[in-house]
Structures are given as structure tokens and as C-alpha cells.
């Protein structure tokens, strides 16, 4: 929960204000974890049986699940993960051989972007590779990365097709 939580502040931290973002989120899950605490307490005697406790807790929980997802789609990650580098590498592919590139932004990414515990969207998890070994991506080896580094200098990740 840690590191998704801190994705999320990232992003919403536009100008150097992680400390900002990331307080104001504090206080915000604390104000939600006391309405919780308020509203079980208040659903105590009414949910007193099993079966109305079980119920009670499969409806909070798809409330909560539900509330979840909109809040990771309505807010655009800048980092990529296997799912998101597919969605943007398969568009880019697409238009590139229709003649007109282009890459899309994280918002766009994030309309596209499928995600449901224990759901494979697409075949990411197969074909795209993430950190992969320096012998794959250069397989000349160190001389090969130096080229390769010189040659792009303010790019920030290397992409290798493999067939």
C-alpha cells in the first residue's frame, strides 16, 4: 500500500510540493478512517446478526473497492509499469505504421489503462520486459552501451525490440 500511495503523491506533486501533497493526504486518510470508525459504530446495532454483518461488509467493501479504482483512474501516473509502457508502445506502434506517431500522455494512458486483481489485460506480461539484463539490450557489450549513451544523451530509458 506504501509504494502505491507514494506513486500516487508523486504524481500529484507538480512542482516540488511532495511534502505538501503527501501531508494534506495524511490528514485526508485519517478524516476517512474516523468516518469509517463513526459509521461501523453507527451500523453496530443494525448489523448485529451474521448475516447482516456479512452483507454490511461485502457492501463497504465493493464501496471502498469501487472508490478505489476511480481515484487510480482519474489520477495519470507518469511511471511506467508493464501494463502502461504496453499500452503506449502498442499505440505508438499502430499510428507509426499508419504514418502519423504518436505517443501518448498519462492521462491518455490512464483511460486506457485495465486493472482488476488477478486479471491479465493483455498479453504485457509475455512480450514486454522491464529491467532487462545489459547482454540483451547491448549484446556488444559495454563499447555498445557507450555508443548508445552518447547517441542519446538526455533520453532516460532504452527500449530494445527483440524480433
Do not use: M, W
Amino acid at each position: 500500500a506504501s509504494a502505491s500511495r507514494a506513486a500516487l503523491h508523486q504524481s500529484l506533486a507538480i512542482s516540488g510540493n511532495l511534502a505538501d501533497v503527501t501531508a494534506k493526504a495524511g490528514s485526508q486518510s485519517l478524516g476517512a478512517s474516523l468516518l469509517g470508525t463513526a459509521l461501523g459504530i453507527g451500523l453496530s446495532p443494525v448489523l448485529e446478526t451474521v448475516p447482516n454483518f456479512a452483507l454490511g461488509f461485502v457492501v463497504l467493501s465493493a464501496i471502498h473497492q469501487g472508490c478505489n479504482y476511480a481515484s487510480l483512474k482519474a489520477v495519470p501516473l507518469v511511471n511506467l509499469n508493464r501494463h502502461r509502457l504496453h499500452l503506449a508502445l502498442v499505440h505508438y506502434v499502430d499510428t507509426l505504421e499508419k504514418g502519423n506517431a504518436e505517443v501518448l500522455s498519462p492521462a491518455q494512458v490512464a483511460e486506457r489503462e485495465f486493472f482488476l486483481p488477478l486479471v491479465k489485460p493483455d498479453d504485457a506480461h509475455l512480450t514486454v520486459k522491464i529491467g532487462s539484463d545489459l547482454k540483451t539490450v547491448c549484446p556488444g557489450g559495454a563499447e555498445e552501451l557507450r555508443q548508445l549513451r552518447s547517441a542519446c544523451l538526455n533520453e532516460q530509458y532504452i527500449v530494445n525490440t527483440d524480433g
